[in-house]
């Protein structure tokens, strides 16, 4: 049985942000910019959500990758990308990532409870197992996705072309 619930929202529905709606018609000038008050650029808040997609599904594969020393070794530094075509890649390694988390979720009940080794001491108190492991990684992804609709919004780019709240 699928996590039907975990697909959606990882895609947005529901009282979820579309998070690749979120994305949509933004140039890399817009999403390096950023806002008073806010330490990173929405450029710098999806560069972080593919690092930890990305991370997450190495472990899943049992590939033990390294635990960043501190937490600002899943930032980036520069808070914009060099150009649009660098924008694009990480949009389209986005998209990528969350449609692999989706197919994940997919998978049989055997896959998803299968437990997924700690790579970090604070991961060891936790459940661990694949199922696991995505809603976690759904429930980041949505944090920073309504941080970047909050972002879009303080500087004039909400609604995206596919729409979305106005409160």
Same mark, same amino acid.
């Given at each position: 049985?699928?996590?039907?619930?975990?697909?959606?929202?990882?895609?947005?529905?529901?009282?979820?942000?579309?998070?690749?709606?979120?994305? &949509?018609?933004? /140039?890399?000038? =817009?999403?390096?910019?950023?806002?008073?008050?806010? *330490?990173?650029?929405?450029? @710098?808040?999806? #560069?972080?959500?593919?690092?930890?997609?990305?991370?997450?599904?190495?472990?899943?594969?049992?590939?033990?990758?390294?635990?960043?020393?501190?937490?600002?070794?899943?930032?980036?530094?520069?808070?914009?990308?060099?150009?649009?075509?660098?924008?694009?890649?990480?949009?389209?390694?986005?998209?990528?990532?969350?449609?692999?988390?989706?197919?994940?979720? &997919?998978?049989? /009940?055997?896959? =998803?409870?299968?437990?997924?080794?700690?790579?970090? *001491?604070?991961?060891?108190? @936790?459940?661990? #197992?694949?199922?696991?492991?995505?809603?976690?990684?759904?429930?980041?992804?949505?944090?920073?996705?309504?941080?970047?609709?909050?972002?879009?919004?303080?500087?004039?780019?909400?609604?995206?072309?596919?729409?979305?709240?106005?409160?």
């Amino acid at each position: 049985m699928s996590e039907r619930t975990l697909i959606e929202l990882l895609y947005g529905k529901g009282a979820h942000a579309n998070p690749l709606e979120c994305l &949509e018609g933004l /140039s890399a000038e =817009l999403v390096g910019r950023r806002i008073d008050g806010f *330490p990173h650029s929405i450029w @710098q808040l999806v #560069s972080h959500m593919n690092y930890w997609m990305d991370y997450e599904l190495h472990r899943i594969r049992e590939e033990a990758p390294p635990y960043p020393e501190h937490a600002a070794g899943s930032w980036l530094l520069d808070s914009a990308p060099r150009d649009e075509v660098r924008w694009k890649e990480a949009v389209s390694s986005f998209a990528g990532l969350i449609g692999r988390l989706a197919t994940l979720a &997919e998978s049989d /009940s055997q896959v =998803l409870s299968r437990d997924v080794t700690p790579a970090h *001491p604070q991961q060891a108190k @936790q459940s661990s #197992s694949v199922k696991a492991v995505l809603w976690q990684t759904m429930a980041h992804n949505s944090y920073h996705v309504g941080q970047i609709a909050m972002i879009r919004r303080c500087l004039g780019a909400w609604p995206p072309l596919g729409g979305g709240d106005t409160w």
